[in-house]
């Protein structure tokens, strides 16, 4: 709120100045950007392998869990001796058991990490775009002779005149590589 009303209050007052304010609509830019749109790409890869090898211990889990019920099943045999059923249930079934526990953990924590470390990985990469998108704004209001740049999000209302959204979009994907040809 202090944001807007210290944008409202700064516009307010170079209107009177006569001073030349532009806006950029920033997710637009970002979501336009072609960096932005292979690190996105970098990092569903980097998510859809680990789910991929989560999915591959799954089904490891999974065998396990089968191969333990037949084991539980011959443990309550009523026809054994309490040995023989103790005896099962330590050197058979615990050992299975725990191998499972074991499996959820890791794939809990796997998951968990990949998380994280996805998350984070976004947030610098979008840190360095979000650099370079400032850097080309900075370019362009030299440029243009602007005293000011907004972002979209704090006008209230702007003339789409004054709008350089495109114009910094077609700038930062000046040096895509050519798309591959079909």
Do not use: G
């Amino acid at each position: 709120m202090k944001k807007i009303i210290a944008t409202l209050a700064a516009v307010a007052a170079c209107s009177f100045l006569n001073a030349s304010i532009y806006y950029v609509d920033m997710a637009k830019v970002y979501q336009n950007f072609y960096k932005a749109k292979e690190a996105a790409a970098q990092i569903n890869a980097s998510a859809e392998t680990t789910k991929s090898e989560l999915q591959k211990m799954d089904e490891k889990r999974q065998a396990l869990i089968k191969e333990l019920q037949p084991l539980v099943e011959k443990a309550k045999n009523p026809a054994l001796t309490e040995a023989a059923k103790k005896d099962i249930i330590e050197k058979e079934v615990t050992p299975k058991a725990q191998a499972i526990q074991r499996m959820e953990t890791d794939m809990r924590n796997i998951s968990e990490q990949a998380k994280v470390r996805l998350r984070e990985s976004a947030q610098r990469i979008q840190q360095v775009h979000f650099e370079e998108i400032s850097k080309e704004i900075e370019k362009i209001a030299k440029e243009k002779k602007a005293d000011y740049v907004l972002a979209k999000s704090v006008c209230l209302f702007a003339k789409p005149e004054f709008d350089l959204s495109d114009e910094v979009i077609k700038r930062i994907n000046a040096s895509a590589p050519a798309a591959p040809k079909k």
